[in-house]
């Protein structure tokens, strides 16, 4: 089954940097990788996804990259606010099967 | 948007008796949903896949026994714990989706429910 490693586990950066999240999948037939962010207590919201056909996708601060013959893919956020604090999670799934998660990415951004 | 409605979102209950988890499609209806589970600071962990009209599959490791689906609409699917002990309190979370075809389509989540077995 698929497998999705998430890094790093705890991201800490200054108000207005960037923030880079990676992961890899081990399904070569995996062909949607959502991000999710998540706050306490909260249930996952989709922020930004990717399909296979792409190869990277942007939406104001936040930027998706895919590489599929690595099989890695990287969640980009710029211009970095408090509110960006939370936790980030990236998934895989091989069409409309079941999504596999990654560990998580505890992001802090220091005002 | 599609909405996924989960109650209760909070539950308290003794050891050794049953809780049930609802989960609903409110906009649409989904042949599959998805129960997950997520200890403290950890992922979210497939504990099983619900199938409208025909048997959950669990992952590896979960008991069908003892997390019971059923998958009874096109909009509703729900998880008994049953017989829960300690070791099963943790938040609890359903998703759906709403889109098919080949390319994938993103999973939507209910708010969550946070089980405490005392």
């Known amino acids: 089954g698929e497998n999705v490693e998430q890094h790093p586990s705890t991201l800490s950066v200054q108000e207005g940097d960037s923030a880079v999240i990676k992961c890899t999948y081990s399904?070569?037939?995996?062909?949607?990788f959502p991000w999710y962010k998540q706050e306490l207590g909260k249930r996952p919201q989709l922020i930004i996804d990717i399909r296979s056909n792409v190869g990277e996708k942007k939406d104001q601060r936040i930027a998706v990259t895919l590489n599929k013959t690595a099989k890695h893919f990287s969640l980009h956020i710029t211009e970095t606010q408090p509110e960006d604090s939370a936790v980030y999670f990236c998934?895989?799934?091989?069409?409309?099967?079941?999504?596999?998660f990654g560990a998580g990415t505890r992001l802090t951004v220091k005002p | 948007g599609a909405v996924v409605s989960q109650h209760p979102s909070r539950v308290i209950c003794k050891s050794g008796t049953s809780v049930k988890i609802e989960c609903r499609s409110l906009d649409f209806q989904a042949t599959t949903m998805f129960w997950y589970r997520q200890f403290p600071k950890q992922s979210l962990m497939l504990m099983a896949t619900s199938n409208e009209g025909s048997k959950a599959t669990y992952e590896q490791g979960v008991e069908k026994d003892k997390f019971l689906i059923n998958h009874a609409s096109l909009t509703l699917s729900t998880l008994t714990v049953t017989s829960a002990h300690p070791e099963d309190s943790s938040f609890y979370i359903c998703?759906?989706?709403?889109?098919?075809?080949?390319?994938?389509?993103?999973?939507?989540f209910g708010n969550g429910t946070r089980l405490t077995v005392t």
């Open positions: 998934a895989a799934s091989r069409r409309n099967n079941d999504m596999r």
């Open positions: 399904d070569s037939a995996s062909n949607y």
């Open positions: 998703s759906a989706r709403d889109g098919v075809g080949d390319r994938g389509s993103p999973l939507h």
